[in-house]
């Protein structure tokens, strides 16, 4: 049944009870919230060098999340770095990596962590049950990031309607409207989906979005519109560091339009840019399709920021 699964290694816990295991070997029961009604929150942070990268800011934003969905948070921070230290520990991989497909590079000190926690098993009803148990499930897999072409020439992407729910501040795995945002850009062979709510932008399907111009860097609010990326202080902190004028205000489809530079954010793109929208060069000039300064400079500081680890 689970064949077709790749045993990367995996914590799958009740509670304060788990153990750890290979997803093609972990199961839940068929009644858990998270299956029956996507009742439940996740995050998804990297590790670089067997380190992960800003976990107190993940912490931070799991917990908002879980106090919005009015679940209890089963773990201390304490406890859940223990469980990430286990998961990403070299004796784990070992043990995982006979069994792992031809040229998977589990071993790598680089990795993506996947953490995942739902409301928990009850019968089904829309009423939210109290005092059951959360299912944990955190999950290891590799990290794959855009490609030296992606980083050179940039990306394309398309712009849709943002019809998903107002509560997007929220990191729920009721993820359906961000898979059809995603699936609009796939289809046309484009690498996201940039959307606009009421006409000022609000997010990509799985990124943030930043807009530049005039050498200042533009990024949406932080409201239940958008789901605050971790990349929000990072690049507030780049921006400060490198002398780059930074706002978070609503943006209009036009300015998007007109932007001289336009880039996504998110743990498995880091800062990439986008050099085509709709069909459309980004910028003006030298730099018109093609990656331009600030991008460069907030790249760079990333990097930085990475081996600060």
């Known amino acids: 049944m689970f064949e077709h699964l790749p045993p990367y290694p995996c914590y799958l816990g009740r509670g304060t009870n788990g153990e750890f295991t290979t997803i093609d ?6 009644m858990d919230r998270g299956f029956i009604f996507g009742d439940g929150v996740y995050e998804v942070f990297v590790v670089y060098g067997g380190q992960p990268f800003r976990l107190p800011h ?13 679940i209890s948070n089963p773990h201390t921070r304490e406890q859940w770095q223990e469980l990430v230290a286990k998961l990403v520990a070299p004796e784990l991989i070992a043990d995982c990596a006979d069994s792992m497909p031809v040229n998977t590079d589990i071993s790598s000190k680089n990795a993506l962590i996947y953490l995942q926690i739902t409301r928990g098993v009850a019968l089904r009803d829309h009423v939210m049950p109290k005092d059951i148990e959360p299912t944990v499930f955190m999950m290891r897999s590799p990290l794959n ?19 998903r729910w107002e509560k997007a501040h929220i990191k729920s795995t009721s ?3 961000s898979v059809f945002a995603r699936q609009i850009s796939f289809d046309v062979g484009a690498t996201e989906t940039v959307m606009f709510r009421r006409g000022y932008l609000s997010e990509a399907a799985s990124s943030n979005v930043w807009v530049v111009k005039d050498g200042a860097l533009m990024g949406v609010p932080k409201d239940n519109l958008v789901l605050e990326g971790i990349r929000f202080g990072l690049i507030e902190e ?3 560091a490198q002398g780059i004028p930074f706002s978070l205000r609503r943006i209009t489809r036009e300015e998007v339009f007109a932007a001289d530079e336009l880039l996504l954010t998110s743990a498995t793109k880091e800062v990439l840019p986008i050099t085509q929208l ?6 003006n000039g030298a730099h018109k399709g093609k990656p331009g300064p600030v991008y460069q400079r907030l790249y760079a500081g990333y990097q930085d920021a990475k081996i600060a680890v």
């Open 25 to 30: 070997q972990a199961k839940i029961s068929v």
């Open 58 to 70: 993940h912490m931070a934003r799991l917990e908002r999340s879980l106090k919005e969905m009015r």
């Open 145 to 163: 990031l855009p490609s030296q072409q992606a980083r050179e020439q940039g990306v394309a992407c398309v712009s849709a309607d943002d019809f």
């Open 175 to 177: 993820l359906l409207g």
């Open 238 to 240: 780049i921006c400060k």
């Open 278 to 283: 709709d069909g459309q060069p980004v910028g």
